[in-house]
């Protein structure tokens, strides 16, 4: 389940962001708004390795250090 919304996600944002990034940051950040107390996005997550799951903290947390100070764009 996890895996589907996390590349529905991922597609959206790509889509979004005019594809300016690659797609494997889209489906890292996706999982910003999956990992959370829910057993079948648990059972996603706890399937990467700590190595995989560290990354993806990395990329997520590097992207909103470098824009938080980022305004809404019209």
């Known amino acids: 389940m996890a895996k589907?919304?996390?590349?529905?996600?991922?597609?959206?944002l790509q889509d979004f962001d005019?594809?300016?990034?690659?797609?494997?940051?889209?489906k890292d950040l996706a999982w910003e708004g999956l990992i959370s107390d829910n057993e079948y996005?648990?059972?996603?997550w706890e399937s990467e390795s700590?190595?995989?799951?560290?990354?993806?903290?990395d990329v997520i947390l590097?992207?909103?250090?470098?824009?938080?100070?980022?305004g809404c764009q019209e």
């Open 18 to 26: 005019n594809h300016s990034r690659s797609y494997s940051f889209y």
């Open 4 to 12: 589907y919304y996390r590349e529905t996600i991922a597609d959206m």
């Open 50 to 57: 700590n190595t995989e799951q560290q990354r993806i903290e």
């Open 62 to 70: 590097d992207y909103i250090e470098n824009n938080k100070n980022e």
């Open 41 to 44: 996005t648990n059972v996603a």
